[in-house]
């Protein structure tokens, strides 16, 4: 079965810090993956996705980048984190139309 | 643009009651739509899909119907449980990307 795992859970930095996500899939091969953010009060903001290695397509512009350097893993980095990039991020993966999501990770930028 | 709305922030049930969510979408090139649930501090899980040539899917106590014409999604909980309590999601997908709505946070009272 596949299984989809993401670290860290919860995340406490800094403004101006740098920031990386990691998600990884069991279980398939060759998956489409995505990173969603959640924020507060809203619904889930589609950010990247890819659907191979060394393929990211942006969604929406900000200080936030996605890379793919294994078939199964999934990052997403900042160079220097901003307050209203606080929220919940969750991974992804996607077979047949329909996408299985992570855990997720609580991110809290102070 | 939001593409995918669900214009219900909350909806309170009791007990043994249906629970009905709707969702509407404006882009008429979705071709697989999907409900998820999520919890608090957790990743959403999906819970039950429709493809665009069909007007009704059925699993257990969902049921999820499909307008094309009005371009409108309903979900129908029956009967509703405690445990339904939840945040529930609309998504569309197209062309590998999922849309999601703003969420209808469910309460199912005793």
């Known amino acids: 079965s596949q299984t989809i795992h993401q670290w860290p859970a919860t995340l406490v930095q800094p403004v101006g810090s740098p920031l990386s996500l990691e998600c990884t899939v069991e279980?398939?091969?060759?998956?489409?993956l995505y990173w969603y953010r959640q924020a507060a009060g809203r619904g889930l903001q589609l950010l990247f996705y890819?659907?191979?290695?060394?393929?990211i397509s942006s969604e929406v512009p900000q200080n936030l980048s996605a890379s793919r350097p294994q078939d199964r893993q999934f990052i997403l980095s900042s160079k220097k984190l901003l307050l209203s990039d606080s929220g919940f991020y969750l991974c992804?993966?996607?077979?047949?139309?329909?996408?299985?999501f992570g855990p997720g990770t609580r991110l809290t930028v102070t | 643009d939001q593409q995918v709305k669900q214009n219900s922030p909350s909806l309170s049930v009791q007990e043994g009651r249906i629970s009905i969510l709707n969702c509407d979408y404006t882009?008429?090139?979705?071709?697989?739509f999907l409900w998820y649930k999520k919890y608090p501090a957790e990743g959403p899980t999906f819970l039950i899909s429709?493809?665009?040539?069909?007007d009704k899917n059925e699993d257990g106590r969902f049921t999820v119907f499909l307008n094309k014409s009005a371009k409108h999604l309903s979900l129908h909980i029956v009967p509703s449980q405690p445990g339904d309590s939840a945040v529930y999601f609309c998504?569309?997908?197209?062309?590998?990307?999922?849309?999601f709505g703003a969420g209808t946070t469910v309460t199912v009272r005793a």
């Open positions: 992804a993966w996607s077979r047949d139309g329909e996408q299985y």
């Open positions: 998504a569309a997908t197209y062309d590998y990307k999922l849309s």
């Open positions: 882009n008429s090139m979705f071709d697989y």
């Open positions: 429709i493809s665009s040539i069909k």
């Open positions: 279980g398939t091969s060759n998956p489409n």
């Open positions: 890819s659907v191979g290695i060394g393929q």
